[in-house]
């Protein structure tokens, strides 16, 4: 009986493979979306945008960007963890889901058994910005401010769980200060709050705020990675500003749904790298003072096994928690 089972296994097992690499060699007849779990204006839906809007010629459909933010990345995350398995429904991801994983256990999905790696798209820096209206001008003044305020001092980010909001806790925990989060729906809004003097402080990403920081909307206080920005070259790292070992980059990739057949993945990830590689894509992404990267789907769901692992680590460090 054992045989029978297990040809009749590998017999159903063949067959799928050959309806998926059917189903791949027809793909797509139709538009392609792409959601962003992260609200309008971020850098989630910049380079999601970037990528569909060079995706379209290809793949011979339009590629849309849909942004569904909401649950600290969640709302998004769980629609197209829940959708069909055809490469007709992607997901933009960040250090968000890697942080996510462990800071809140009520997930409904699990990042590395519910979605297909595609690539990671890119790396950039943080940068810890503060308002104008603010009374610092350097991280080490930041940090005696924040310690003779204990609890006085707010930081925005786009939401519990999200990259900016690790960052500051894992500042807060390095330093020793007593900073209170004010959590926002989105980055956009977040950064209108520290632009308006609102809130004190933020991490935000650096290619949504240079701007910002060159017009003097906002101070840029240090940038998050382990080197200077070429966009900032006068901007410590938080590292060089006072805070040793400190790191917290931002990271973003192209995923779907778990059971996608591979040659579709495949495909999606031959035509996505091509863009990356492009000589035009790539100034554009370093003029903005983010990096491209074109993993492999194995590459990059090894590196999400290890940034999961990584900012469990920091979560439990820096005892932050869902709010």
């Known amino acids: 009986m054992v045989q029978p089972v297990k040809a009749h296994l590998v017999a159903v097992a063949i067959l799928a493979a050959a309806a998926g690499a059917v189903q791949a060699q027809n793909y797509p007849t139709k538009p392609v979306k792409i959601i962003v779990p992260f609200g309008a204006g971020g850098p989630a839906d910049i380079y999601a945008r970037a990528i569909a809007q060079r995706l379209s010629e290809p793949l011979g459909q339009q590629v849309i960007v849909e942004d569904r933010p909401g649950a600290g990345s969640a709302l998004g995350t769980d629609v197209v963890a829940k959708s069909a398995p055809d490469g007709y429904t992607l997901l933009m991801i960040s250090n968000t889901h890697t942080i996510n994983e462990t800071l809140n256990p009520k997930l409904p999905y699990n990042l590395l058994r519910d979605f297909a790696p595609i690539t990671q798209v890119n790396v950039m820096p943080n940068v810890l910005v503060v308002s104008p209206t603010a ?3 350097s991280v080490k003044e930041l940090i005696a401010l924040a310690k ?8 925005a980010s786009s939401g519990p769980g999200t990259p900016y909001h690790l960052a500051a806790e894992l500042f807060k925990a390095m330093t020793d200060t007593q900073i209170v989060h004010i959590p926002h729906k989105a980055s956009g809004e977040a ?4 632009l308006g003097g609102q809130v004190e402080m933020m991490f935000d990403s650096l290619p949504t705020t240079v701007q910002q920081i060159k017009s003097g909307k906002m101070k840029g206080l240090a940038i998050t990675s382990v080197r200077r ?4 070259p006068d901007v410590p790292t938080v590292a060089e500003a006072g805070v040793p070992g400190y790191e917290a980059d931002l ?10 057949p591979a040659a579709i993945i495949n495909r999606l990830h031959d035509e996505t790298v091509k863009i990356l590689q492009r000589p035009d894509v790539r100034a554009s992404f370093i003029q903005q ?5 074109d993993s492999t789907p194995a590459q990059f769901a090894a590196m999400l096994k290890t940034d999961v692992e990584r900012w469990g680590k920091v979560v ?3 005892g932050a928690k869902v709010e």
Do not use: M
């Open 135 to 137: 009374k610092v001008n």
């Open 148 to 155: 003779a305020n204990p609890g006085k001092l707010n930081y």
């Open 191 to 194: 950064r209108a709050s520290v």
């Open 229 to 232: 920005s070429p966009l900032l």
């Open 251 to 260: 990271w973003l990739g192209l995923v779907a749904p778990a059971g996608t």
């Open 289 to 293: 003072g983010t990096e491209p990267v």
């Open 316 to 318: 439990k460090f820096s």
